[in-house]
């Protein structure tokens, strides 16, 4: 079991940039891989970004490739997502999520955070 808090998110202004962080607890380290989904008011959960359990691999959605970058700190347990120039299509409530694989799919992460809400303004 693992648990997932997220933390970071708020109101920010188009431009801007923001840090997510998701700690996790309970079996950590390097036992799973890790994902960013984020859902906005009446859309689909998508994916944002996925890291490996090493943190040697990631993979972004294409759309947010050089503008969000996800990256761990296994000693601290914490898994971070950086997002630079926002835009108000960024704004959703992002999730983490802990899993066996390394995967864009939501269905391949068994643990799920209850979410951190980012709000850009257009």
């Known amino acids: 079991q693992v648990q997932l808090v997220e933390s970071g998110g708020g109101l920010a202004q188009a431009g801007d940039s923001l840090i997510l962080s998701c700690a996790a607890s309970?079996?950590?380290?390097?036992?799973?891989?890790m994902g960013w989904f984020r859902q906005a008011p009446g859309k689909e959960r998508e994916f944002v970004a996925t890291?490996?359990?090493?943190?040697?691999?990631?993979y972004n959605k294409n759309s947010t490739k050089g503008r969000i970058t996800i990256s761990r700190d296994n000693a601290q347990n914490t898994v971070y997502l950086r997002m630079n120039t926002l835009k108000p299509e960024d704004t959703a409530v992002y999730y983490c999520?802990?899993?066996?694989?390394?995967?864009?799919?939501?269905?391949?992460?068994?643990?799920w955070g209850q979410g951190t809400q980012v709000t850009v303004p257009s």
């Open positions: 999520a802990a899993g066996g694989h390394y995967s864009t799919s939501w269905r391949d992460y068994d643990y």
């Open positions: 309970g079996r950590t380290g390097n036992t799973y891989a």
């Open positions: 890291i490996s359990r090493s943190g040697m691999s990631t």
